[in-house]
């Protein structure tokens, strides 16, 4: 109790020094406030899908001739992977029902991608183009759709183009534009990004394969770092508890509608910034509604990968990701491998 009495006051002075300095701007200045209210931005229910039930679906989409010479993903076989996917995971024979059975043409996503280790291990443009044709598949407009990240610099060194007030979809960091006063769940103490907390009704988390040197895994889960002003203050023991804690949010929780894990460049050692000596291609999607099962999948890749090149296990290393396990504790998915039902398209 005294711990988190203290954890509390500690945040609320930071956050009030922070928010005193310019903390609700960001490079381009205060955000205008359309950005904030037009649309929807509390949680609705999924039509269709459900992330309880007896077994989760992790589908697995891969194709070996999916990277071009210039490395940049085929459309036409992403496409194909994504359509595949989507369709297996909502029980669909068309795609556009399929993307209907998880987003309302009211709701307003955010795209959540993971671009700390640049334009070598970040999510392909192409890969995020053509979930915004799924979006608009489902009925939402450009407007509705903001691709986000920590900050301006992630994006732009991944390749993508900041857009603030420009017709279409907008493109942004957080930068400082974070709640001004933190909410604290678990061991967690910290100031939300106003995109999630503010702006978006669901999420669509869109991470990449690969190792963490301190938490072992770095995929879907641990992405919402991301989506915090403190996330360096929760790595010790390898990021157990906090990543599950985290997640058991409600601007996490509630928001979440979709995982699409860029899995085509995976890195199974020297994460989370770019090593290519341990990059490999794994040329394809992982996608899911349940993020502790994708999350569970997606680290026993990295494992298997990890063995066949020599390498020690995560327990081995001292880093394995119990955080999965938690995470299944606080019943936000599941990691029992006999609930997991893996489908290859």
């Known amino acids: 109790m ?36 037009n649309k929807k931005n509390t949680p609705s229910k999924i039509k269709k899908i459900s992330k309880s039930g007896a077994k989760a679906k992790v589908i697995i989409g891969q194709d070996k001739e999916i990277l071009d010479k210039e490395g940049r993903a085929r459309k036409d076989l992403a496409r194909k992977i994504i359509s595949e996917s989507i369709k297996a995971l909502a029980g669909e024979k068309d795609v556009a029902n399929a993307w209907k059975a998880l987003f309302n043409k009211d709701d307003t996503v955010g795209i959540k991608l993971n671009c700390l280790a640049g334009r070598g291990l970040s999510p392909r443009k192409e890969v995020v183009d053509l979930i915004i044709e799924g979006l608009k598949l489902a009925g939402l407009e450009d407007e509705q759709i903001i691709v986000w990240d920590k900050v301006d610099i992630d994006l732009q060194k991944a390749g993508y183009a900041i857009n603030y007030y420009s017709k279409g979809v907008k493109c942004f960091g957080t930068n400082r534009d974070y709640e001004p006063e933190p909410e604290i769940t678990g061991s967690v103490g910290s100031c939300f990004s106003r995109i999630i907390s503010k702006r978006c009704s669901a999420i669509i988390n869109v991470p990449v394969l690969k190792d963490h040197d301190l938490a072992g895994v770095s995929i879907g889960m641990k992405n919402f770092y991301g989506a915090i002003h403190n996330p360096n203050k929760y790595h010790d023991s390898n990021c157990n508890p906090y990543v599950a804690d985290l997640n058991s949010h409600p601007y996490i929780k509630d928001k979440l509608r979709l995982i699409i894990c860029d899995a085509i460049t995976a890195q199974y050692h020297g994460g989370p910034a770019y090593n290519p000596q341990w990059v490999w291609n794994f040329n394809g999607i992982i996608m899911a509604t349940d993020p502790v099962a994708l999350d569970r999948i997606g680290a026993k890749i990295i494992e298997d990968k990890r063995k066949e090149k020599g390498l ?10 119990k955080y999965i396990e938690t995470a299944a504790d606080l019943k936000l998915g599941n990691c029992d491998s006999g609930k997991i039902e893996v489908v290859r398209v």
């Open 312 to 321: 020690s296990s995560f327990k081995e290393a001292k880093r394995e990701p």
């Open 2 to 37: 005294f711990r988190r009495k203290f954890l509390k006051r500690f945040l609320g002075i930071g956050a009030a020094l922070l928010s005193f300095n310019g903390f609700k701007k960001n490079a381009h200045g205060e955000l205008p406030e359309w950005l904030w209210g």
